[in-house]
Structure formats: structure tokens, C-alpha cells
């Protein structure tokens, strides 16, 4: 009888232990499937409260609050509308404090990760254009060194490609940018993508629509 | 056996299964406005949502017994309280408290205009400094497109609010700087010794400012030299009137850089294609070469050094108007050093601020009535016209701040100050005969402030200002207090009001009477709107002077006789800027009203002096063409026609001799800066070519008048030519520094 006890506690213990860690995978395959189909501020907003909610439950996970931390990139995007200089200055840079925070807590658990420091990127990126005339100086370089540096650790990781895609794409011919380099650029980036071999279900893998979606404009 | 397990599992299971609470209901602020976007959950677990555009929020949990709901949103304190769950809906109405935080709290804006990248109230950036056409590529330049500030063209400085230009005190880094300007040269407004590139934050204070600075009546200038550099490059310039080259090493672990230029500035050539009213011997050659080294010492501390060095020389001559056919001369050679280092560092709550400055200055200035081949010639009974004077300054500024944040964005800050100054005097008269003077002061200040945040949308500053001077042998305590009351997100209104004493200028002493500091009360009432876009604010303002110097006239010189004299400035100031109307332009446009008058030196009543005109207004105007890669930059600057006087000594007291009013002033400036290598990021060089023309119009432009010893003759003062064109190119390697050289743009 006693050790009948002790066996079930026993399988109770590990029942619950995985019980516990596939609620987190489960969850958070849920909200990256969201992530992926989120296209207003408001659902990247609810899409980052949710994985900022796991991270601060789990407490040891790094992924949730890098997800957040992209959530929260793509708000402050949504507000600038794509455009240099198009955002409130302050708000922007309420946004890109949030992601930074964020994403802070995530490289607290993972260094070393070319996926944060593309974060990194996006963030330095944001705060540069809500006002680029100003900001290209600090946040052009900023920017430049983090992707540099994700490269560095793993020069297979696609979203590296979009990011610089998405710089050629964007900005002005007179100003270096080209669509053509911008089209060789998300062309890597989806041959990365076919490569790709992502460690987990939840683990980053996210940017191949945005990267189509680029392809598609340039044609 | 079997049958226990099975219980224990169907016991599991129905815990599981039984407890799912409902959690609904609403978040508003203190003004019950909805907020949206709020992450609400249940600490520690995955349960949650986010609230929708109207405040609502639903969510189920399996959490049971006591549990902590927490609602969290940037700006608003995190809001945490325990509730019991057990199965049965929890409805819950939510109050969350703004956060007293920089970003949307009140910031005390009375009087003072801020051109930095990073804070909110900012009216310009610190780009608009440099790029501003009438700014000459002169840190003062674009202040003066600001209301509050003259049009003065005559001499240097800002004069501001019926203030003389000795009334503006320019600090950097905390400590004041003796000798911003070039030494004066007589009808020509010399430049600032220092290039606009090596600040990154500029406040202009046009009255009501902080207990921290003294010993400026009407305004204070307060500029923030640059931290460390973005990365290690190198620049050399090449233009109409110089050449110069730097060279600026950032380590690799951003830990520490360090740096220099040096600039050689020959006006011959500008001087050879564009005529002069002056007639020069010795066209004006600067030298001036800098050097800087910044350490971070720690996480939050920075020991900061920069140190110039320059000399010039020049003289020219000029019609004299006191006797046809001879020549007035002027000549003047400086020699200067600048060394400023300053600490910064935080403890805990903790803050510290170390500065200290010093300047040495010396001036061989000469003047004199000459002959038409340029000789030296004395005429009866100009003799006074002829003289030598040696001037050197020694001045050494310490200060010393420390701050401590009380509650939120509530703190206090106290601190001590130390200034030395020493000016040695030799003049030398026309008949050989020299006087030496030393003018010796040492003032020690203190001063105390404390910032209130009430709540996030009022604020207060108060504070407080003890001054001796070891010259006067006298002392003063100033108040000084500011409001600020946040309206809605976008608009807000500030009081102001302060005392402000200065000692009288320098050439006062040796002073055979006793002096007293002199005097000004600021009261200013602010409002102001900032969108994103756009910027409005109007001040009005009321300043009484008293203790002003008056003058009696002793060998040809004034001499100070007391603290008699008075005076008052009240007007009305509008700013507007926008950058949202017209599409890929920014402008501004600001306007002031002044009405001001005064007795003192040697006015035989109270006047409107001859540096105030009762209306200014610029209107500035930006274009970057993207196609072009270039940008063109305009500004219109109007003053309404200045007083003119000659004043001379009678039996008792003075009298004028003639006076009238200067016609009214105009100035449209352009400049056109082209960036070939913008954005290229694989160009190794970096080159922006300039083009800025002034007076483009060619309107004439009287300053004021000058006159004859006896008041007989007069003749106006002009810019030195009617228009001045400048053409340069800027190469920068390392960095793509184009933004930057565009605002050397002179």
C-alpha cells in the first residue's frame, strides 16, 4: 500500500510535470499561430499581452518575452505606417522602451542568439523612423551593428536577410536603396527559410509571409 | 490497488474540471476614460486578455483560492490586488493611476526655448541650430529666428527682451564661459568661438530660469557638450574663407574617445570678390584648433574635456567722420585658451554634477586717427582718438551640483559655485601717459531648487540663489519660482518668476563710488501646444530692471556713478511651427512685441534704447528634396526701425544732441546644401557642398547711427557688405557625417 502511494506520487509528479511543459508549448504554439495571422495594432497588441503573461508565468522561458518583444516592434511599426518620420516621436519611443524591456528579459536567459539581436535591429529601427532626419546618425550605425553582430552568430537565420530586404526596400534610391538588391536580398532570405530547420514547434520562425509579401510589391 | 489509482485520477480530474471563474469587467483611468490595450491577468499564470477600445476586458481561469489580478499598461502604475476566486463570475471595475513619468508628465517650459534630440518640449533639434539660413552656421544664429531675441547687427550677443547682450550669460556644460564671442570689433557682430558640431543639447532661456545659473539679467544660453562620438572619423573642409581638418578616435569598446581639429580661417580671398565698407590692412586670419578626450568611468559616470585655442588678428580703416580727410583705424589681435572638464555621476538616488572652467583672454587693441597714407597723426582736439589698450583675462569657474530624487519625478538639487575673475588693464593714452588697472572679483554662490510633482499634470520650482562679490563687497539672495500645469495630452501653461542681479560690466571698475549689483524681475505667463507635427506657444511677460549703472563722463571715458538707474521690458511673443501643412516642408514663424524703456549710463531720461525694436519677426523655411539630394533652407527676418540718439554732457547731467529712428530692417537669407553621398552606405567618403547667400534682396540695412565727437555729422552702420555669399565643400570619412556638414552651412 505504501509503496503504491509513493509509485503513484511518483507518476503524479511526472504527469504534472509534463502536464505543465506541454500547457507551455501548447500555448505557445497557439499564440504564435495568432502572431502569424495578426494584421491590426490591436491584435499584436493582444498577441503580445499574452506571450509578456507567459514569460512572467514561466519565468525561465526566453521565448515568450521575445515574442512579445516582436509583438511590440510591429505596434510601434503599425503607428509609424510604414513611413519615415511618420509617428509621434514620444509615442514611438514609449513603444520601442516596451520591446527593449522585453527583449532585455529574453537576453537575460539566451545570449548570444542572432534572433535577439534582429530584434535589436527592428527596435533601433523603429526609434530611427520616427524621425529620421534627426536619428539616422545614432540609431543608422545601432542598427547596422546589431545585424552585423546576428550574422556573426548564425549567418543561416532568414529573417537577417528580410531585415536587410526590408532597408533596401524602403528607403530611397538616392539614398543607397535599391529594389533590386531588395529583391536578391528576400530571395536568400526565402531560400534560408526552405533550409530552415527550427529547434522546436516554438521556436522563432516566423517572416516568411512578410517576406513574400515584400516579393510580391516588387515584381 | 487499481481501484485507489482510479480513484486518484477521477479526484485529479475533477479538480481540474470543477474550478473555471469567469473574470470580466473594465479599466479607466482617474478621468474614467477607457483604456485600451491593457495586459490583464492573473499573476503568475497564463490567464488573461487585453482590454478592447472601450476599457472591456473577459477572461476564464483555472487559478482558485486567493490570487493576485494584475493589470499592467506603459504610463499607468501597475495596478495588483487580491481576490478570491471560486467559480462564481468576478466583475471587476478598474482605476489605474497614471505613472508620474518624464514622458507624459508637465515639464516647466516658462521662458525657455530647447533644442535637443531627445526630450519632448524640444521647439527645435539640435540639427535646426545649424541649419537655419540666417544662422551662419553660428550657435546663436538660429536662436536669433526665435522670439524674444533682437535682430541686432551691429555688435554680437543676444539681446533679449530689452536686455543688453551682457544681460545673456552662455554656459557649458554648468559653467559659465567668459569669452563666448570673438573679441568686438566696432560696427561688425563677431562670431561665437564655438562650433555648433560639439553640442548636443541647447536651452535658450529668455527669462525665469532655474536657481542653478546667476549673473545674467535677462537670458541665459545653456549648452550640453556631446558624449562619446558615434564611431572613430576623420573631416576636412575646404571653403571661401579657410580650410580645417579633424580627426575624432572612438575605442573599440566604447569605453573612451578622444579627439582634435584645427581650422584656419583667411578672409583675403572672400574679401577680394566681395567689397568691404571697411578698408583692411590686415584681413582677419583665425587660427583655432581644439581637442577633447571623454572617459566613461562607470556605467552612469563621464569625465569630460575640451579645450580650445585660437588667435586672430586684423586691422582696417575707415573714413573718419570726425575730420574729412583722415581715417579712423582699428586694430585688434587675440589670443585665447578655453579648457573646460566636467564629471558626472549617480549614486543610488544620487546625482552629481562637477564642472570647472578657464579661460585666458588677452586683447592688444589699437585705435587711432591716421593720415591718408596711414600714418598716426593726432589732430587737435581728437587726441582722445589715438590709443593703445592691452587687456588680460584671467577667469577660473567651479561649480558643483549634487541632486537627490525624492518621489517619482520629485527631486531636490543644491550646489555651490566659484567664480574668479581677473582683469588686468593697460591703457595706454596719446600722449604716453599709462594707466594700469587689476579688477579682482570673486563671487561664491549657492543655490538650492527643488522640483514638486504634485501629480502628473502639475508641478512646481522653486528655489533660491545666494551671491557675494568680493568686488562690490555685498551680497544678494535671489527667489525664483516656476509653474506648470498640464491642460490635456497636448497643451499646458507655466508661470514664471524670478530675481535675477548681475554684477555691473568690468569696465565700471575701478569704481570711485560704491556699487551695487544690478537688477531684474521676471514675471512670464506661458502656453503652449505640441502635436508631433506642430508647435504653438505665446508668452506673455513683465520685466522690471532696477539698480541700473548710470554714467558721468571723466577724460573722455564713462565713469560709473551709482546704482540709479531703472528701466522695464513688457511685451507679447508667438511661436509657430509646422511641419504637417505642406507636404515635405517645415517652417517657423515667430513674432515678438517689446515695449521697453530705461535710464541708465548716461540716458538723460527713460528711452527705448537703440538695440530694442518694438517688432520682430522670422519666418524660416526647410525643403529637402529627395531627387536632388539636396536641401534648401530660407529665412526672412523683419525688425521695425530701431531709436538712434547722440547724447552729450551739459552742466548737470546730459542732453541729446540728435536722435531719430533707423528705417526698418530686412533679410532674406538662402542656402542650399548638396549631399551626393547620402544614404550610400558603401561610399567611404562623405562630402556636402554648401552654397548660402545673405541679403539675397539687397536691402539696405541700417543698424544704427554713429556720429561725430560733436553730434554735427552722423552716418549709418551697415553690414560690413550688403550681401555675403559663401561656397564650401565638407568631406568626412568613416561615418556617413553628411547630416552633420550640412549645418556647417554657414
Same mark, same amino acid.
Given at each position: 500500500?505504501?509503496?503504491?502511494?509513493?509509485?503513484?506520487?511518483?507518476?503524479?509528479?511526472?504527469?504534472?510535470?509534463?502536464?505543465?511543459?506541454?500547457?507551455?508549448?501548447?500555448?505557445?504554439?497557439?499564440?504564435?499561430?495568432?502572431?502569424?495571422?495578426?494584421?491590426?495594432? %490591436?491584435?499584436?497588441?493582444?498577441?503580445?499581452?499574452?506571450?509578456?503573461?507567459?514569460?512572467?508565468?514561466?519565468?525561465?522561458?526566453?521565448?515568450?518575452?521575445?515574442?512579445?518583444?516582436?509583438?511590440?516592434?510591429?505596434?510601434?511599426?503599425?503607428?509609424?505606417?510604414?513611413?519615415?518620420?511618420?509617428?509621434?516621436?514620444?509615442?514611438?519611443?514609449?513603444?520601442?522602451?516596451?520591446?527593449?524591456?522585453?527583449?532585455?528579459?529574453?537576453?537575460?536567459?539566451?545570449?548570444?542568439?542572432?534572433?535577439?539581436?534582429?530584434?535589436?535591429?527592428?527596435?533601433?529601427?523603429?526609434?530611427?523612423?520616427?524621425?529620421?532626419?534627426?536619428?539616422?546618425?545614432?540609431?543608422?550605425?545601432?542598427?547596422?551593428?546589431?545585424?552585423?553582430? %546576428?550574422?556573426?552568430?548564425?549567418?543561416?537565420?532568414?529573417?537577417?536577410?528580410?531585415?536587410?530586404?526590408?532597408?533596401?526596400?524602403?528607403?530611397?534610391?538616392?539614398?543607397?536603396?535599391?529594389?533590386?538588391?531588395?529583391?536578391?536580398?528576400?530571395?536568400?532570405?526565402?531560400?534560408?527559410?526552405?533550409?530552415?530547420?527550427?529547434?522546436?514547434?516554438?521556436?522563432?520562425?516566423?517572416?516568411?509571409?512578410?517576406?513574400?509579401?515584400?516579393?510580391?510589391?516588387?515584381? | 490497488?487499481?481501484?485507489?489509482?482510479?480513484?486518484?485520477?477521477?479526484?485529479?480530474?475533477?479538480?481540474?474540471?470543477?474550478?473555471?471563474?469567469?473574470?470580466?469587467?473594465?479599466?479607466?483611468?482617474?478621468?474614467?476614460?477607457?483604456?485600451?490595450?491593457?495586459?490583464?491577468?492573473?499573476?503568475?499564470?497564463?490567464?488573461?486578455?487585453?482590454?478592447?477600445?472601450?476599457?472591456? &476586458?473577459?477572461?476564464?481561469?483555472?487559478?482558485?483560492?486567493?490570487?493576485?489580478?494584475?493589470?499592467?499598461?506603459?504610463?499607468?502604475?501597475?495596478?495588483?490586488? #487580491?481576490?478570491?476566486?471560486?467559480?462564481?463570475?468576478?466583475?471587476?471595475?478598474?482605476?489605474?493611476?497614471?505613472?508620474?513619468?518624464?514622458?507624459?508628465?508637465?515639464?516647466?517650459?516658462?521662458?525657455?526655448?530647447?533644442?535637443?534630440?531627445?526630450?519632448?518640449?524640444?521647439?527645435?533639434?539640435?540639427?535646426?541650430?545649424?541649419?537655419?539660413?540666417?544662422?551662419?552656421?553660428?550657435?546663436?544664429?538660429?536662436?536669433?529666428?526665435?522670439?524674444?531675441?533682437?535682430?541686432?547687427?551691429?555688435?554680437?550677443?543676444?539681446?533679449?527682451?530689452?536686455?543688453?547682450?551682457?544681460?545673456?550669460?552662455?554656459?557649458?556644460?554648468?559653467?559659465?564661459?567668459?569669452? &563666448?564671442?570673438?573679441?568686438?570689433?566696432?560696427?561688425?557682430?563677431?562670431?561665437?568661438?564655438?562650433?555648433?558640431?560639439?553640442?548636443?543639447?541647447?536651452?535658450?532661456?529668455?527669462?525665469?530660469?532655474?536657481?542653478?545659473?546667476?549673473?545674467?539679467?535677462?537670458?541665459?544660453?545653456?549648452?550640453?557638450?556631446?558624449?562619446?562620438?558615434?564611431?572613430?572619423?576623420?573631416?576636412?573642409?575646404?571653403?571661401?574663407?579657410?580650410?580645417?581638418?579633424?580627426?575624432?578616435?572612438?575605442?573599440?569598446?566604447?569605453?573612451?574617445?578622444?579627439?582634435?581639429?584645427?581650422?584656419?580661417?583667411?578672409?583675403?580671398?572672400?574679401?577680394?570678390?566681395?567689397?568691404?565698407?571697411?578698408?583692411?590692412?590686415?584681413?582677419?586670419?583665425?587660427?583655432?584648433?581644439?581637442?577633447? *578626450?571623454?572617459?566613461?568611468?562607470?556605467?552612469?559616470?563621464?569625465?569630460?574635456?575640451?579645450?580650445?585655442?585660437?588667435?586672430?588678428?586684423?586691422? *582696417?580703416?575707415?573714413?573718419?567722420?570726425?575730420?574729412?580727410?583722415?581715417?579712423?583705424?582699428?586694430?585688434?589681435?587675440?589670443?585665447?585658451?578655453?579648457?573646460?572638464?566636467?564629471?558626472?555621476?549617480?549614486?543610488?538616488?544620487?546625482?552629481?554634477?562637477?564642472?570647472?572652467?578657464?579661460?585666458?583672454?588677452?586683447?592688444?587693441?589699437?585705435?587711432?586717427?591716421?593720415?591718408?597714407?596711414?600714418?598716426?597723426?593726432?589732430?587737435?582736439?581728437?587726441?582722445?582718438?589715438?590709443?593703445?589698450?592691452?587687456?588680460?583675462?584671467?577667469?577660473?569657474?567651479?561649480?558643483?551640483?549634487?541632486? +537627490?530624487?525624492?518621489?517619482?519625478?520629485?527631486?531636490?538639487?543644491?550646489?555651490?559655485?566659484?567664480?574668479?575673475?581677473?582683469?588686468?588693464?593697460?591703457?595706454?593714452?596719446?600722449?604716453?601717459?599709462?594707466?594700469?588697472?587689476?579688477?579682482?572679483?570673486?563671487?561664491?554662490?549657492?543655490?538650492?531648487?527643488?522640483?514638486?510633482?504634485?501629480?502628473?499634470?502639475?508641478?512646481?520650482?522653486?528655489?533660491?540663489?545666494?551671491?557675494?562679490?568680493?568686488?562690490?563687497?555685498?551680497?544678494?539672495?535671489?527667489?525664483?519660482?516656476?509653474?506648470?500645469?498640464?491642460?490635456?495630452?497636448?497643451?499646458?501653461?507655466?508661470?514664471?518668476?524670478?530675481?535675477?542681479?548681475?554684477?555691473?560690466?568690468?569696465?565700471?571698475?575701478?569704481?570711485?563710488?560704491?556699487?551695487?549689483?544690478?537688477?531684474?524681475?521676471?514675471?512670464?505667463?506661458?502656453?503652449?501646444?505640441?502635436?508631433?507635427?506642430?508647435?504653438? +506657444?505665446?508668452?506673455?511677460?513683465?520685466?522690471?530692471?532696477?539698480?541700473?549703472?548710470?554714467?558721468?563722463?571723466?577724460?573722455?571715458?564713462?565713469?560709473?556713478?551709482?546704482?540709479?538707474?531703472?528701466?522695464?521690458?513688457?511685451?507679447?511673443?508667438?511661436?509657430?511651427?509646422?511641419?504637417?501643412?505642406?507636404?515635405?516642408?517645415?517652417?517657423?514663424?515667430?513674432?515678438?512685441?517689446?515695449?521697453?524703456?530705461?535710464?541708465?549710463?548716461?540716458?538723460?531720461?527713460?528711452?527705448?534704447?537703440? *538695440?530694442?525694436?518694438?517688432?520682430?519677426?522670422?519666418?524660416?523655411?526647410?525643403?529637402?528634396?529627395?531627387?536632388?539630394?539636396?536641401?534648401?533652407?530660407?529665412?526672412?527676418?523683419?525688425?521695425?526701425?530701431?531709436?538712434?540718439?547722440?547724447?552729450?554732457?551739459?552742466?548737470?547731467?546730459?542732453?541729446?544732441?540728435?536722435?531719430?529712428?533707423?528705417?526698418?530692417?530686412?533679410?532674406?537669407?538662402?542656402?542650399?546644401?548638396?549631399?551626393?553621398?547620402?544614404?550610400?552606405?558603401?561610399?567611404?567618403?562623405?562630402?556636402?557642398?554648401?552654397?548660402?547667400?545673405?541679403?539675397?534682396?539687397?536691402?539696405?540695412?541700417?543698424?544704427?547711427?554713429?556720429?561725430?565727437?560733436?553730434?554735427?555729422?552722423?552716418?549709418?552702420?551697415?553690414?560690413?557688405?550688403?550681401?555675403?555669399?559663401?561656397?564650401?565643400?565638407?568631406? #568626412?570619412?568613416?561615418?556617413?557625417? #553628411?547630416?552633420?556638414?550640412?549645418?556647417?552651412?554657414?
Amino acid at each position: 500500500m505504501k509503496k503504491g502511494l509513493v509509485f503513484l506520487a511518483a507518476i503524479f509528479f511526472v504527469v504534472k510535470v509534463n502536464a505543465q511543459s506541454d500547457k507551455y508549448v501548447k500555448a505557445m504554439e497557439a499564440k504564435i499561430a495568432e502572431m502569424n495571422k495578426a494584421s491590426t495594432s %490591436a491584435a499584436w497588441q493582444d498577441v503580445g499581452n499574452a506571450f509578456q503573461r507567459i514569460g512572467e508565468a514561466e519565468k525561465t522561458q526566453w521565448l515568450p518575452f521575445y515574442y512579445a518583444a516582436v509583438s511590440n516592434v510591429m505596434i510601434g511599426l503599425m503607428l509609424n505606417n510604414g513611413q519615415m518620420g511618420g509617428g509621434n516621436t514620444t509615442q514611438i519611443d514609449q513603444i520601442a522602451d516596451k520591446a527593449e524591456d522585453m527583449l532585455n528579459k529574453a537576453e537575460a536567459m539566451e545570449k548570444d542568439n542572432a534572433d535577439i539581436y534582429c530584434v535589436k535591429k527592428m527596435i533601433s529601427s523603429l526609434r530611427m523612423m520616427a524621425d529620421p532626419m534627426t536619428r539616422f546618425q545614432t540609431y543608422g550605425p545601432k542598427g547596422a551593428e546589431a545585424l552585423a553582430k %546576428a550574422k556573426a552568430l548564425d549567418p543561416n537565420n532568414p529573417r537577417i536577410y528580410m531585415l536587410e530586404g526590408q532597408d533596401k526596400f524602403y528607403t530611397p534610391e538616392q539614398f543607397g536603396g535599391s529594389k533590386t538588391e531588395a529583391k536578391a536580398l528576400f530571395e536568400t532570405s526565402i531560400k534560408k527559410f526552405d533550409d530552415a530547420k527550427p529547434k522546436s514547434s516554438i521556436a522563432p520562425n516566423w517572416g516568411r509571409n512578410q517576406v513574400e509579401y515584400f516579393l510580391s510589391q516588387i515584381k | 490497488m487499481l481501484r485507489l489509482t482510479l480513484t486518484f485520477m477521477a479526484l485529479l480530474v475533477g479538480l481540474v474540471a470543477a474550478t473555471q471563474t469567469q473574470v470580466a469587467g473594465r479599466i479607466v483611468n482617474a478621468r474614467k476614460k477607457p483604456l485600451a490595450g491593457v495586459n490583464i491577468t492573473i499573476k503568475d499564470s497564463y490567464d488573461g486578455a487585453t482590454t478592447d477600445s472601450l476599457g472591456n &476586458f473577459s477572461f476564464s481561469t483555472t487559478a482558485t483560492g486567493s490570487q493576485v489580478v494584475q493589470a499592467e499598461m506603459t504610463g499607468y502604475k501597475l495596478f495588483q490586488q #487580491s481576490y478570491m476566486l471560486n467559480g462564481q463570475p468576478l466583475k471587476l471595475e478598474i482605476l489605474m493611476k497614471e505613472a508620474v513619468d518624464e514622458m507624459t508628465a508637465v515639464v516647466i517650459t516658462a521662458g525657455s526655448f530647447e533644442a535637443s534630440d531627445k526630450k519632448k518640449t524640444t521647439v527645435l533639434s539640435s540639427l535646426d541650430v545649424v541649419t537655419t539660413a540666417s544662422g551662419n552656421g553660428d550657435v546663436t544664429g538660429a536662436l536669433k529666428t526665435l522670439p524674444g531675441a533682437q535682430q541686432v547687427g551691429e555688435s554680437e550677443g543676444l539681446f533679449v527682451r530689452g536686455g543688453t547682450a551682457a544681460e545673456t550669460k552662455t554656459f557649458i556644460d554648468g559653467t559659465v564661459v567668459n569669452n &563666448f564671442f570673438f573679441s568686438s570689433t566696432p560696427g561688425i557682430a563677431t562670431r561665437g568661438r564655438f562650433s555648433p558640431f560639439i553640442f548636443k543639447g541647447t536651452v535658450f532661456s529668455t527669462g525665469g530660469y532655474s536657481a542653478l545659473y546667476g549673473q545674467a539679467m535677462s537670458s541665459a544660453l545653456i549648452l550640453e557638450s556631446i558624449d562619446l562620438p558615434d564611431q572613430t572619423s576623420g573631416s576636412i573642409n575646404a571653403s571661401v574663407i579657410g580650410v580645417g581638418g579633424g580627426y575624432q578616435h572612438l575605442d573599440k569598446n566604447k569605453r573612451y574617445s578622444f579627439g582634435g581639429s584645427y581650422n584656419y580661417t583667411d578672409l583675403r580671398l572672400a574679401f577680394a570678390l566681395i567689397k568691404q565698407r571697411q578698408e583692411y590692412e590686415d584681413v582677419p586670419v583665425f587660427h583655432t584648433a581644439d581637442a577633447n *578626450f571623454r572617459i566613461k568611468t562607470s556605467k552612469t559616470g563621464m569625465l569630460k574635456y575640451y579645450g580650445q585655442f585660437g588667435t586672430n588678428k586684423l586691422k *582696417f580703416y575707415t573714413n573718419s567722420i570726425d575730420t574729412l580727410g583722415y581715417l579712423d583705424g582699428f586694430g585688434i589681435a587675440n589670443t585665447n585658451y578655453y579648457h573646460n572638464l566636467s564629471y558626472r555621476e549617480s549614486f543610488g538616488r544620487w546625482k552629481m554634477n562637477l564642472g570647472a572652467s578657464y579661460t585666458y583672454n588677452k586683447d592688444n587693441v589699437e585705435g587711432g586717427l591716421y593720415a591718408m597714407d596711414k600714418q598716426q597723426v593726432q589732430v587737435d582736439p581728437l587726441f582722445f582718438k589715438n590709443f593703445k589698450q592691452r587687456n588680460i583675462g584671467n577667469y577660473f569657474n567651479a561649480k558643483w551640483v549634487m541632486e +537627490r530624487k525624492i518621489k517619482g519625478l520629485s527631486a531636490v538639487r543644491g550646489g555651490l559655485e566659484y567664480n574668479h575673475n581677473n582683469d588686468d588693464i593697460r591703457y595706454t593714452a596719446f600722449d604716453g601717459q599709462v594707466f594700469n588697472f587689476l579688477v579682482k572679483d570673486r563671487i561664491t554662490s549657492a543655490f538650492a531648487e527643488a522640483d514638486i510633482y504634485v501629480t502628473n499634470n502639475i508641478a512646481a520650482k522653486l528655489g533660491g540663489r545666494y551671491e557675494h562679490s568680493t568686488l562690490l563687497n555685498k551680497s544678494n539672495i535671489a527667489p525664483r519660482l516656476s509653474l506648470a500645469y498640464k491642460i490635456n495630452k497636448e497643451s499646458q501653461a507655466s508661470l514664471a518668476y524670478g530675481v535675477f542681479y548681475q554684477n555691473p560690466e568690468r569696465q565700471y571698475f575701478p569704481s570711485f563710488v560704491d556699487l551695487n549689483f544690478t537688477k531684474a524681475t521676471h514675471y512670464i505667463a506661458q502656453y503652449q501646444r505640441v502635436t508631433s507635427l506642430t508647435t504653438f +506657444r505665446t508668452e506673455l511677460f513683465y520685466k522690471k530692471y532696477d539698480q541700473l549703472i548710470k554714467t558721468a563722463v571723466q577724460n573722455f571715458q564713462p565713469i560709473a556713478t551709482g546704482n540709479t538707474g531703472f528701466g522695464d521690458a513688457k511685451g507679447i511673443e508667438v511661436f509657430w511651427r509646422d511641419k504637417k501643412t505642406v507636404k515635405n516642408l517645415d517652417y517657423w514663424i515667430s513674432y515678438s512685441y517689446l515695449h521697453t524703456q530705461r535710464d541708465y549710463l548716461n540716458f538723460p531720461e527713460a528711452i527705448q534704447p537703440s *538695440f530694442a525694436a518694438t517688432h520682430t519677426a522670422s519666418l524660416v523655411l526647410k525643403r529637402f528634396v529627395t531627387k536632388w539630394k539636396t536641401q534648401f533652407n530660407a529665412a526672412y527676418n523683419y525688425a521695425s526701425g530701431r531709436p538712434y540718439y547722440y547724447i552729450l554732457p551739459e552742466q548737470t547731467g546730459f542732453k541729446f544732441v540728435d536722435r531719430g529712428q533707423t528705417k526698418a530692417y530686412n533679410n532674406l537669407s538662402l542656402s542650399v546644401n548638396y549631399l551626393p553621398n547620402i544614404g550610400n552606405s558603401k561610399s567611404k567618403v562623405f562630402a556636402v557642398y554648401v552654397l548660402s547667400v545673405s541679403n539675397v534682396l539687397g536691402f539696405d540695412q541700417v543698424f544704427n547711427y554713429q556720429y561725430s565727437y560733436n553730434g554735427f555729422r552722423k552716418e549709418a552702420i551697415r553690414p560690413p557688405s550688403r550681401t555675403f555669399v559663401f561656397i564650401g565643400a565638407f568631406l #568626412s570619412f568613416g561615418i556617413d557625417r #553628411s547630416q552633420e556638414a550640412i549645418n556647417s552651412n554657414l
